[in-house]
């Protein structure tokens, strides 16, 4: 985990150094583990809607469906421009890309 605020784009520039991409937890075990790992922090993930809006890609290659039950209630809203991904206590929320900084969680294949 990184613990300095970043943006998304730094956040993926990161991680891609550390060789790797911003998390994409895919799996509720996943989510619990990331949970304990962040102390309850808010942390980007690794998707995003930037190209076609309410089309979310993820850095792993997959992608994200809008009904997915992670997301929080009336979430993704595209509010301010909204175009990244970030997992708070409630869920996955949508979020300005530049504007909003967290934590960062890299990943890494084995």
Not at 1 to 20: F, L
Request: hydrophobic letters at 35%; a negative charge.
């Amino acid at each position: 985990m990184h613990d300095a605020d970043v943006t998304w784009e730094e956040g993926k520039q990161i991680c891609v150094a550390w060789g790797g991409v911003m998390v994409v937890p895919r799996f509720e075990g996943e989510m619990q583990h990331l949970d304990t790992m962040s102390s309850g922090q808010w942390f980007l993930i690794g998707c995003n809607d930037i190209q076609t809006e309410g089309t979310w890609v993820c850095l792993d290659g997959g992608t994200i469906d809008v009904q997915d039950k992670r997301w929080e209630y009336n979430q993704p809203d595209n509010y301010y421009n909204e175009d990244c991904a970030e997992v708070r206590a409630a869920g996955w929320n949508d979020i300005p890309c530049d504007l909003i900084t967290r934590n960062l969680i890299c990943q890494r294949s084995v």
